[in-house]
């Protein structure tokens, strides 16, 4: 699987912002996606996860309520709308893919390149 991340950008405080990440293959609704981000000089961190039918979603503490999760199967598409960002959201934000859905790391076994998040203050 192949992930292709898109829609970074900069962004004002309280701006909002929308993630894709598409993958290649045929097999996408079999995946749980996830979201992670990486700020400078901090460590990868979960951001949202989703269930390979959309069925079941998961946000960190500090995104839930401003960030949402969803997937269109169709287009092999999974998207990050992110609303009311903050400064502390500036990192490079991953989409990755893996058998099990979940907010953990190790649970997902394709990672896209990453696209640049910044919020200014």
């Known amino acids: 699987v192949q992930l292709q991340a898109s829609g970074g950008g900069l962004v004002q405080a309280g701006g909002s912002l929308r993630l894709s990440c598409v993958a290649s293959?045929?097999?996408?609704?079999?995946?749980?996606m996830g979201w992670f981000r990486q700020a400078p000089g901090k460590e990868r961190e979960f951001v949202a996860a989703?269930?390979?039918?959309?069925?079941?979603?998961d946000y960190a503490a500090s995104v839930k309520g401003r960030f949402t999760i969803s997937r269109d199967n169709a287009k092999s598409t999974v998207y990050l709308q992110m609303n009311s960002l903050k400064p502390v959201g500036t990192a490079v934000y991953y989409c990755?893919?893996?058998?099990?859905?979940?907010?953990?790391?190790?649970?997902?076994?394709?990672w896209g390149q990453g696209t640049h998040v910044t919020v200014s203050s």
């Open positions: 990755a893919a893996g058998p099990r859905y979940g907010s953990a790391i190790y649970n997902y076994e394709y």
């Open positions: 293959g045929q097999t996408f609704s079999t995946y749980a």
């Open positions: 989703i269930s390979g039918r959309g069925g079941w979603t």
